[in-house]
């Protein structure tokens, strides 16, 4: 088995700071994703990568980037911070095309 | 274009009985479907998904799922729910031409005692 770490588990940052999530998969997975999860909400797409130093741009991409250095992590950034932004942030990878995505634990953003 | 509908957003039933969720999908290649929970402050994990065969899976804790290609569904059953169940389940949907899953808004499971 393996498992997907995100750090940190809560952020907490300022209005208009730019902050960094970073999410790492040992499961040698091609495909990462970030999603965000408003309260009590579904899952909304942000961005994904089908390798490395690839990006794709999901349904919510605006006011974020991602960087997809190694294949083994995927980083958000926040590019300023919003207060109506305050969710949790899900990474997630799967091994091919369209099959099974697995989920790390989640990064609670907080905006002051 | 690809979407998932639950349309039940809570469902609320006693430690025991039967349950069934709703999920409709509207996917214009084969689909690929899963159901994932979501436990409180957790991240989302898979019970059990449908690529192709028998039409009626089965998932981890008892729980199965039944594909109707007629109806464009793929209702998640469990004979007897345990005060363990309540959590957010989601159905998805992929297919072998396309790197996304679309979720659904979720279907919050409250089992009473």
């Known amino acids: 088995g393996g498992i997907i770490t995100q750090t940190p588990k809560f952020l907490i940052g300022q209005e208009g700071q730019k902050l960094t999530l970073k999410c790492q998969q040992n499961f040698n997975h091609d495909t990462m994703y970030w999603y965000r999860q408003d309260s009590g909400k579904g899952l909304r797409l942000i961005y994904y990568s089908i390798t490395e130093n690839d990006l794709q741009k999901g349904d919510l991409s605006e006011g974020y980037d991602a960087s997809r250095e190694k294949k083994s992590s995927f980083s958000l950034t926040v590019t300023s911070a919003q207060k109506n932004e305050m969710a949790v942030f899900l990474c997630a990878s799967s091994i091919k095309q369209g099959g099974e995505q697995y989920f790390g634990p989640g990064t609670r953003l907080t905006v002051l | 274009a690809q979407s998932v509908t639950q349309p039940d957003a809570r469902v609320t039933v006693s430690e025991g009985a039967s349950l069934q969720l709703r999920c409709k999908y509207s996917?214009?290649?084969?689909?690929?479907l899963f159901w994932y929970v979501q436990y409180p402050r957790q991240g989302l994990q898979m019970l059990l998904k449908y690529y192709s065969g028998d039409p009626v899976v089965q998932g981890v804790n008892g729980f199965e799922a039944e594909f109707s290609k007629s109806d464009s569904s793929f209702h998640l059953r469990k004979a007897s729910v345990h005060w363990s169940d309540s959590a957010v389940y989601f159905c998805?949907?992929?297919?072998?031409?396309?790197?996304?899953?679309?979720f659904g808004d979720g279907t919050q499971l409250v089992v009473k005692p």
């Open positions: 996917y214009s290649a084969t689909p690929y």
């Open positions: 998805a949907v992929s297919g072998n031409n396309n790197n996304r899953i679309f």
